[in-house]
């Protein structure tokens, strides 16, 4: 059975994964649209991975349903992974063959890698193949297994914190080379800590927690659900601002006043504020790192 | 911060991780020592039986290899032959293996990166390996004594003798592996130079007893080669017949000394890298890596067990077919032996009756290949390679399908190899009987042992599919049923129906036996079944992953 629209290469609808008597994944859902660079959040041991692990079919799913490419994974895993890349978050290959051996290995599997891709990854990413794979520094490990993916020529690469362990100037690369596949209209699942990477890459992100999908939804968006904070100087006091509909958490500092207003407040509170004569005015929007705090805290109850 | 600094807590780790390991290897050799006591009283009891035994080392190049020289005609010096190097051997193991396992193998997992950076001294982790080695040791030592207590022949004195000398040569291949630990460029190397060690001391200690010298007042002594192994010390000991202590000297020079060199080596290293420089390897694979996919990759990564395996069943096949003549000779002399014989399988005292029985016992060691194989393909999955594997366009099946194949055409080749050196040895050995006896037919009898070696893959692949965190350890534990019967069976007199548990005891001692057809097809039957249940429920089950 198809349930998913044509343009979605990933869907996950209450998908429950147990281990035992413990829930990994919990009634989770997750929809990847073709050719989007999809941000895949949460705090460890949220389920990323084992979401992932299910969608690659290494892991069979309790209930709900999982779809790839509009097909089951783990009944259809051989078939549907000529068609994705994958780099797994614990990076970790046969001490005994060298780099290069290990990208041509997995390259082979998959069906076949570009050799012009090969080499231009290889010299981007300054990654010596002759080198068995023990010898290498984790940031080489994390190499090895990006270029054998990103090598690949195919319609989806699943990335499991692929970054944890590059230096920035890598980082960039890897930036790059992202951008890369989204010219291309290729589709990424990229699961990621480096905020910065996620603001720089990702159209859309999902965040989960405890093995739930707490948001869905484009960057800009998911900002306009948080609150801005507003820092001013008025030459009347503003002792009824706390009467303000969408005012929260007021703070003086001195002659400066702070506080936080909802998105949707903003109109009216400027209009309050205009009537007290503003000396001086800042306002910050909701800072990314907030914004995921406040998804990943378990104790906050707002996400 | 000194050097030194966390040893101790060190040493609390390792022992809270080897809570489980280190008992079992200690009471596995103690109680094995336990039981083998009542045994070798009830076969060698009498003075005859036991003069017999001594006969049996005297005119017997293999005898002398695996048991020693002759000493003298008492129950101790019988308990030395059966007991002492074999003893000995298996507590070097658990010694290189414990050290290589706390030091360069921790590397490897970038735990010791980790502790190194907290308040830990750069020579604490060898120290803490060393210490548990001195720990285990001692409990074997004081075990094996303790066992030999109030044993009607053996005295408490000679007892003690017999457990500080194992507790010896464990320490001092706990030295050897302290220095091929800083030598190697891998914990698996490490592994492999110390186990080279053993060997070679091994042999080293057999070839002097094989030329053994006889001086005028009718005394045997072994050939002075055999003093540069601590095997040969432990001997030396004489620690069941006439204990002599100045070995311990020696003993104790030596793990000074490699305990020394392996602080020294350890200075002039960086954590994770060897004194032997790592070699490069390839920027690209070569055709055979990605061959008929993944048969390629995993031939690369199973042949270094074959390898080591082939050779060793190579080897004891050639000195069985080379030592056929002698050993006639002598089992026609011995009561003893001949019983041993009729136990393995044997009829008659002939050379093809003998041949035939000893190469049921390599074929049994090809049985520890297959299961170490199969261990190779286990690992893949928890060292987390298959998860990638498994992303790509290679499907379950096919991938432990290649193993098993691989794996069980690799012990078929071995058990066919072995039968032709057996019968090529004996051959070149005896001259013209032996010339026209046909290889093809020893060739033949070492394959009717695949059957038998199919039920271990079978066991192995059963446990992943369906218990795969106690695949392994399912394996190894069948593995050691069925030498343990296969050796002792006879000897301990276990019941019909335990020996009949183990397939080498359906399999027909060939040549000498007509080849059990029947007896074949229901072992493999019985092997597919299990090797259909195992495919099934690997198909079926979570991949185990970090």
Redesign the interface.
């Known amino acids: 059975m198809r349930i998913v629209a044509a343009d979605e290469i990933i869907k996950i609808q209450k998908l429950i994964k147990k281990f035992g008597s413990f829930t990994a994944l919990d009634e989770l859902d997750l929809t990847v649209l073709d050719g989007e660079v999809h941000g895949f959040l949460g705090p460890n041991g949220a389920g990323k991975s084992t979401t992932i692990r299910v969608l690659l079919g290494l892991l069979k799913k309790t209930s709900g349903e999982a779809q790839l490419f509009g097909q089951d994974p783990w009944k259809k895993a051989v078939e549907l992974h000529r068609n994705l890349a994958y780099v797994p978050g614990d990076v970790s290959f046969w001490p005994n063959l060298s780099g290069g051996e290990i990208i041509d290995l997995l390259g082979d599997l998959r069906g076949g890698l570009d050799e012009k891709r090969r080499a231009h990854l290889l010299q981007r990413f300054e990654l010596d193949p002759t080198k068995k794979f023990r010898t290498y520094s984790k940031g080489n490990r994390q190499k090895v297994a990006l270029v054998a993916a990103l090598a690949s020529d195919v319609e989806l690469y699943i990335l499991d914190e692929p970054t944890s362990g590059l230096d920035p100037l890598m980082e960039e690369v890897f930036q790059q080379e992202i951008l890369a596949l989204k010219s291309q209209q290729k589709t990424v699942l990229l699961s990621s800590h480096i905020l910065a990477e996620v603001e720089a890459l990702c159209d859309r992100v999902t965040i989960i927690r405890e093995g739930k999908t707490v948001a869905s939804n484009t960057l800009a968006e998911l900002q306009k659900q948080h609150r801005t904070v507003i820092a001013v100087e008025t030459q009347e006091p503003l002792d009824d601002l706390a009467g303000v509909p969408g005012v929260h958490e007021i703070s003086a500092h001195g002659t400066i006043v702070e506080f936080e207003i909802d998105a949707d407040a903003t109109d009216n509170v400027i209009k309050y504020l205009a009537g007290h004569h503003i000396d001086t005015f800042t306002s910050r929007p909701p800072a990314l790192e907030n914004l995921f705090l406040s998804h990943y805290d378990t104790s906050d109850k707002e996400a | 911060m000194g050097v030194f600094t966390g040893t101790g807590r060190l040493l609390r780790l390792a022992l809270r991780r080897d809570r489980i390991k280190l008992p079992v290897w200690i009471l596995l050799i103690v109680g094995f020592m336990g039981s083998m006591i009542p045994a070798l009283k009830e076969a060698y009891g009498a003075v005859a039986e036991q003069a017999a035994y001594q006969q049996l080392l005297e005119t017997s190049a293999i005898g002398r290899l695996f048991a020693g020289a002759p000493t003298e005609v008492s129950f101790g010096a019988v308990v030395t032959g059966e007991t002492l190097l074999y003893f000995g051997l298996a507590i070097a193991f658990m010694n290189t293996l414990l050290v290589i396992r706390h030091t360069r193998h921790n590397e ?1 997992l970038g735990s010791s990166e980790l502790l190194q950076s907290a308040r830990v001294g750069r020579y604490a982790a060898l120290t803490s390996a060393l210490l548990l080695a001195l720990v285990a040791n001692t409990a074997v030592a004081v075990g094996l004594a303790s066992v030999l207590q109030g044993v009607n022949g053996i005295s408490s004195g000679e007892a003690w003798a017999f457990g500080l000398g194992q507790g010896l040569v464990g320490l001092s291949f706990a030295a050897i592996a302290g220095v091929t630990a800083q030598l190697a ?2 914990s ?1 190397g490490a592994n492999s130079l110390a186990a080279m060690a053993i060997g070679a001391a091994f042999l080293l200690r057999g070839i002097g007893d094989i030329f053994t010298t006889t001086n005028q007042a009718g005394e045997t002594s072994s050939l002075w080669i055999s003093l540069l192994s601590p095997f040969g010390w432990l001997q030396q000991m004489q620690p069941l017949t006439a204990v002599a202590w100045w070995p311990i000297v020696l003993f104790v020079l030596f793990i000074a000394a490699g305990i020394g060199l392996s602080y020294v080596l350890l200075a002039h290293r960086d954590v994770g ?1 060897g004194i032997f420089p ?9 055709r055979k ?2 061959a008929a ?2 048969f390629g ?1 995993t031939l ?2 199973q042949k270094g067990v074959f390898i080591g395996w082939a050779i060793t069943a190579g080897i004891f096949a050639l000195i069985i077919g080379g030592m056929a003549n002698q050993m006639v000779d002598l089992i026609e002399d011995s009561e003893v032996m001949q019983q041993y014989i009729a136990g393995l399988g044997g009829t008659t005292a002939a050379v093809e009756s003998m041949l035939s029985a000893m190469l049921g016992i390599v074929t049994l060691m090809i049985g520890a290949y297959v299961v170490q194989g199969m261990q190779r393909a286990r690992s893949e999955e928890t ?3 298959l ?10 099946t096919r991938w432990l399908l290649a193993h098993t194949i691989v794996v069980v055409i690799g012990a078929a080749s071995i058990a066919a190899a072995s039968g032709a050196v057996v019968a090529i040895a004996a051959g070149l050995a005896a001259g013209s009987p032996f010339a026209e006896w046909q290889i093809g037919v020893y060739t033949l009898a070492g394959l009717s042992y695949v059957p038998a070696l199919l039920v271990f893959a079978g066991i192995t692949v059963f446990g992943m599919g369906i218990a795969p965190k106690f695949a392994v350890g399912l394996a190894w534990a069948a593995f050691a049923f069925v030498a343990l019967i296969g050796q002792f069976g006879s000897l301990l007199k276990l019941p019909d129906w335990t020996i009949n548990m183990s397939p080498f005891a359906h399999i027909a001692a060939a040549p000498s036996a007509a080849i059990a057809w029947q007896s074949l097809l229901v072992l493999t039957a019985v092997s597919s079944v299990l090797l259909l249940i195992g495919f099934v429920g690997f198909r ?4 185990q ?2």
């Open positions: 490897e460029g891998a698996r890298v790592a070699r490069k390897g390839r920027a690209r694979a070569a890596l990605l996919s993944p990759l690369r990564l060292r987390g390679y998860e990638s594997l498994l992303a790509t366009a290679l499907g379950r079926r089950r979570d991949l992953t970090s």
